[in-house]
């Protein structure tokens, strides 16, 4: 909301507060001033009269001017480029030395003559061009003959000496889409009387007209018939005060209700009686058909909308816009002017169903004074009256169906509003307050008060808002700072959280980068990387670009591309981690994505270690370790899914307890050039967070080691390539108690070893808690174990 | 007896020439392998002490013992130093240079949100608040319904939101955490801290993400008031941002508080004298706050007249930019590496 100071200098005497100040104080109490705004900032401005204007000699489309300025300057000889100027007419001239919103302007020479100022359009002066004619945007300003020659005041004189408070204002002030109302506002923050316009009382005949209301939502309707008006251009004043508020004038009636709408907040219509079927406007909620709007759009209407009928024909979509049919035209001599309330709830339905809305409308939406209707006739008929000159005015004819006529009271208590404020205000100081904020207090007792709201304040409601109103305009700065004093309490991080936070610390330490990104995605970044994904995408029913529609089922096509980000920009090593929670339509987990990509810099450029398969599964047995799982209670298994997505030789499924916990593997070439990650292999893996935190790390006591040396022993075997290596660990040390460790220390196959066969050299370690081992134990337990890999493993010796 | 001392005397120095002579570590060995093994000379000599008797039998004795060891002496000596040349040499031989950068075990960096949550969370827990999360995706009953947001009210102008359906949506603020937080304490203090991803329908610029993070504060109990609000902020303010930092509140409005205050700081560029960064105010807008809404108690099973409580929310993403002073909020979330090594935890 723009806000004319000249306008509400007509209500409030703040000549002596400077408008950076004023708005400073309004911004303390709750009401933003965004900005402080001169209409115009141009200086050095004087109405001169052209006296001479012939071609300028060495151009085809300058002009040279002689301008009498007016006995302090003189007659000046200005150089003009614009089409329209003439000799005769009273124009705006910027002397030597004046500042325009578009720069300085200097005597200087044009085309080889002496030019001592400039004559001014509008839009040079910094007035916006949709307030302007073609003409004026065209040419030079033409002043009307009453202006004085050598007048300095020119601003003053254009209306254009004002300075605007740009209000951004919060939901619950919509009162103050009100000029009135904003000056009632200064008047409580400086305690400064405000002088209320005061509508006139007319001699009106009976009215004929009938007006009914069939809707709840629509719980009071006014309409005034005025007759014999004229539609004409509005006068200098009105057009400039709307100009000051940024509203274009377009004929008086319309301008009329643009002003009284401006000054009281309430929305008014006018309707051309004679266009209306009938002298009646019934105003429904079952309406279905069409309607014809100002704007000359169709629009359909529903069940639901308000519509103001008259003889069943919308005349209106109430509260929203008028229809062509009943519009004011030139042509127009009696009108119907409208003063309703509509319930905000069906507007704002309404309005955002057809993409339809309006000053009106969005002023309905935010909330008005429900209680002003009569005032609001009073002030528009006044205008009206004045402006057209006429005397044929109708009574208005109201349906109103509400039963409260005023606000309730609130009752509350001097105890109440400083235990919540944290002060310790006087009930005097209190009650002063209030009344300063317009509002009817009743002392009840020491402590007790009960306080009558005025009727536009729709935001105030119980007695947590009156401590508001307290406060915000006695200063927030008086609240002390206090620390409760409270029983302790033990802060800290749930357990997953604390786990999930060890984890990130861990992987942090290991020079992985922890990133960010963003949990809305695009449907093709759904495909892919769906091992873990449970249920389906939730998609977005408004989503602002294709970008972001859809909650994404994985993290790792996210993370590829914060990978491909980089590596485009020259970072080819990389290796980046993110938790983050993930929606579904059918789970809401936490998910632990891992990037790695080109190398893993082990001694910087010196000793390159390009990441493998394998630095993934380290690094998650390395969480695993850190949280205390013990080997035994997760597996690796080989992908059975056929994921296009990954590598199907070099990935893995995490398994706990025989559950998916997780995957992990190197990227499909195919999937490598999708996600443009350039030349080097890119390995991922996610896992299910909650799944691997679900498993206790179960050990609390020390157990004791053996004091018994152990015995470490090597073997050599030959196994088929298939066998995997966990295989033979797992079944050499379900052989004997007294194995304890299987290390595999080679891996060879080519010369020498059999085709489809590969060489596998390990060492076992032996070990008894009670006493030493004797050799002839080993021997027979060694003998043991490879007769199982044999019969079970098809492992022989390698001899 | 004279003539076997003198002899004596000879071949020690003799040998003690050859020891001094011997060029590398191997002659050195050659002479005591030649001179003083068993056999050599001078250990036969000892076979003349016979010949000897009384006081010259004990003097000879003493003699040879004492030519052997100043011999033995003099080889160890040597050899000794052949023995420190070869390590000396070795070591020269295995000189390293030690500007070379060691084994790489560079902490990863981190994005600063994190750095940022992470920080806001520790101050808060440090004062005795628990941390709760929610999810992204919320009710409209949680995130509008019981923070006193009606359908229709008004202000869901101000938090255009993300729907998936008519009663689902992204959540558009961590305030629905406080409504969930007190259902689970049915009626006991509640003292939380709740982070979480927030949405609103909001075109990404420099200033603006759709995706934000955000920090839910709420303590509910028995005669909570504003001065504690205000006293609880300026406590994490000065813990965040250094002691010199002052705060002001300023009225402003949510609906689920009442008073409503948007906290300002004191600008860290000129210290509240103004200055381009705090667009010459001296304070710069850090978090929206409040005393709990009545009907947000009501809701959510605490009644009104007897406990009381302050909310705040925290963007994080706006405190990561003033604290590390980032130009863009998009920065966050492209992730480049340069600009994630910039930023340790403290």
């Known amino acids: ?799 | 007896m004279e003539q076997a001392l003198a002899r004596l005397e000879q071949l020690k120095e003799n040998i003690s020439e050859e020891i001094n002579k011997a060029a590398s570590k191997n002659a050195l060995v050659e002479v005591r392998n030649t001179h003083l093994s068993k056999k050599a000379e001078i250990n036969n000599m000892m076979a003349l002490i016979k010949n000897f008797s009384g006081a010259d039998k004990a003097r000879f004795g003493q003699a040879i013992n004492d030519i052997r060891q100043s011999l033995n002496e003099l080889y160890d000596t040597r050899m000794q130093a052949f023995l420190d040349d070869e390590v000396s040499a070795k070591l020269a031989s295995e000189q390293i240079d030690i500007s070379l950068p060691g084994i790489n075990y560079q902490a990863g960096g981190t994005n600063p949100v994190f750095l940022v949550r992470d920080e806001i969370l520790d101050i808060f827990i440090s004062m005795g608040y628990e941390v709760k999360e929610g999810r992204d995706v919320e009710t409209d009953h949680y995130n509008f319904e019981l923070m006193n947001i009606p359908k229709n009210h008004p202000s869901r102008d101000m938090q255009d939101s993300f729907y998936i359906s008519e009663n689902l949506l992204l959540r558009t603020h961590t305030s629905p955490a406080q409504a969930r937080a007190m259902e689970e304490k049915k009626g006991e203090m509640v003292k939380v801290v709740c982070p979480g991803k927030c949405y609103r329908r909001d075109n990404d610029d420099m200033t603006h993400s759709h995706q934000f993070g955000q920090i839910e504060g709420l303590l509910v109990g028995k005669d909570i008031n504003l001065a504690h609000l205000k006293a609880t902020l300026d406590l994490f303010i000065k813990k965040m941002f250094g002691p010199k930092r002052e705060i002001r509140l300023v009225s402003s409005y949510f609906p689920f508080t009442e008073p409503s205050v948007e906290v300002q700081v004191s600008c860290a560029e000129c210290g509240g004298k103004g200055c381009p960064t705090c667009k010459d105010t001296g304070y710069i807008e850090i978090l929206g706050a409040g005393m709990v809404h009545p009907n947000v108690l009501k809701m959510s099973g605490y009644d009104p007249n007897i406990y009381s409580g302050f909310a705040f929310g925290i963007g994080i993403e706006r405190v990561a930019m003033l604290r590390y002073k980032v130009d863009d909020i998009r920065r966050f979330y492209q992730n480049d590496v340069r600009f994630l090594k910039q930023f340790v935890r403290k």
């Open chain 1, 1 to 799: 909301m723009k806000v004319s100071l000249n306008w509400i200098k007509k209500y409030i005497d703040i000549d002596d507060i400077a408008p950076s100040e004023l708005a400073d104080r309004l911004t303390f109490a709750g009401v933003e001033v965004e900005a402080v705004e001169k209409l115009s900032t141009a200086t050095k401005l004087v109405i001169g009269k052209v006296v001479e204007c012939v071609p300028h000699p060495d151009s085809d489309h300058l002009s040279l001017t002689k301008v009498n300025t007016g006995e302090k300057h003189g007659v000046l000889q200005i150089v003009c480029g614009a089409p329209n100027v003439k000799a005769g007419q009273k124009v705006i001239v910027a002397l030597d030395g004046a500042m325009l919103p578009g720069g300085k302007i200097s005597k200087g020479l044009i085309r080889g003559v002496e030019s001592q100022g400039m004559i001014c359009s509008m839009l040079e002066l910094g007035v916006d061009a949709k307030f302007l004619t073609a003409d004026q945007i065209a040419g030079i300003e033409v002043l009307d003959d009453d202006a004085v020659v050598g007048n300095e005041n020119v601003l003053e004189y254009l209306g254009l000496d004002d300075t605007i408070l740009d209000l951004k204002l919060l939901a619950n002030r919509s009162d103050l889409h009100s000029v009135l109302n904003v000056a009632r506002e200064i008047s409580t923050l400086y305690q400064r009387e405000v002088r209320l316009p005061r509508p006139n009382q007319y001699q009106a005949v009976k009215s004929s007209f009938t007006v009914l209301s069939k809707t709840p939502l629509c719980p009071q309707f006014s309409g005034r018939v005025i007759h014999n008006i004229k539609v004409e251009t509005s006068p200098s004043w009105l057009k400039k005060t709307l100009q000051s508020m940024g509203v274009r004038s377009i004929n008086n009636i319309v301008d009329i209700g643009n002003y009284v709408m401006l000054l009281s907040g309430q929305p008014l219509h006018m309707y051309d009686l004679d266009k209306l079927p009938k002298p009646e406007l019934i105003i429904k909620d079952d309406y279905v058909g069409s309607f014809t709007a100002l704007d000359g759009k169709e629009y359909d209407v529903r069940k639901g909308d308000i519509a103001i009928t008259s003889a069943n024909q919308v005349m209106c979509l109430g509260g929203i816009m008028g229809s062509l049919a009943s519009a004011v035209t030139e042509k127009t001599k009696n009108i119907v002017i409208e003063v309703a309330n509509f319930a905000f709830d069906a507007i704002r339905r309404t309005s955002s169903r057809l993409a339809l809305a309006s000053d009106s409308s969005s002023r309905f939406v935010k909330g008005i004074n429900p209680y002003q209707y009569d005032e609001v006739m009073g002030l528009a008929t006044d205008l009206i009256v004045s402006l057209c000159k006429t005397k044929q005015i109708e009574q208005t004819v109201t349906y109103d169906a509400r039963q409260v006529d005023q606000p309730p009271l609130i009752s509350t208590s001097v105890s109440y509003i400083n235990n919540r404020l944290g002060t310790r205000f006087l009930q005097s100081e209190i009650v002063e307050t209030l009344k300063r904020d317009w509002m009817n207090v009743e002392v009840l007792n020491r402590d007790d008060i009960r306080v009558g709201v005025p009727a536009w304040r729709i935001d105030i409601g119980g007695e947590a808002d009156i401590s508001e109103e307290v406060i915000r305009i006695l200063g927030l700065d008086k609240i002390a700072n206090t620390l409760p004093s409270l029983q302790v309490t033990v802060g800290g991080y749930p357990k997953d959280k604390k786990q999930i936070n060890l984890i990130r610390r861990h992987l942090t330490a290991r020079g992985l980068d922890e990133i960010l990104t963003y949990s809305l995605v695009k449907a093709e970044e759904l495909d892919g990387f769906r091992i873990l994904t449970k249920g389906e995408s939730h998609r977005l029913i408004n989503p602002l670009t294709d970008e972001h529609e859809y909650m994404r089922l994985s993290l790792i096509p996210s993370m590829l591309k914060v990978a491909s980000h980089n590596i485009a920009r020259g970072s080819k090593n990389l290796a980046l981690y993110e938790v983050s929670d993930i929606d579904t339509t059918a789970e809401a987990t936490t998910r632990l994505g891992l990037v790695l990509a080109g190398s893993d810099l082990y001694h910087h450029q010196l000793s390159e270690v390009p990441y493998s398969f394998f630095h993934l599964k380290g690094l998650i047995e390395s969480i695993a370790s850190l949280l205390g799982i013990k080997e035994a209670r997760y597996s690796f298994e080989k992908l059975a899914t056929s994921e296009q997505e990954l590598h199907p030789g070099r990935s893995a499924l995490l398994k706990i307890n025989g559950q998916v916990a997780g995957y992990l593997g190197e990227i499909h070439p195919a999937a490598t050039s999708k996600y443009e990650l350039g030349k080097n292999k890119v390995f991922v893996a996610e896992i299910d967070l909650p799944v691997l935190l679900s498993l206790e790390n179960g050990q609390t006591a020390f157990k004791a080691f053996s004091r018994f040396p152990a015995v470490q022993r090597d073997l050599s075997l030959v196994a088929a390539v298939s066998v995997a290596a966990q295989q033979i660990s797992k079944t050499i040390l379900s052989v004997d108690r007294i194995i304890k460790k299987v290390d595999i220390f080679d891996i060879y196959s080519g010369d020498g070893i059999e085709q489809g066969h590969k060489s596998i050299a390990l060492t076992i370690t032996y070990e008894r808690e009670d006493r030493t081992l004797k050799d002839e134990e080993v021997n027979a337990v060694e003998k043991a174990v490879l007769e199982a890999l044999n019969k079970k493993l098809g492992i022989n010796l390698r001899t």
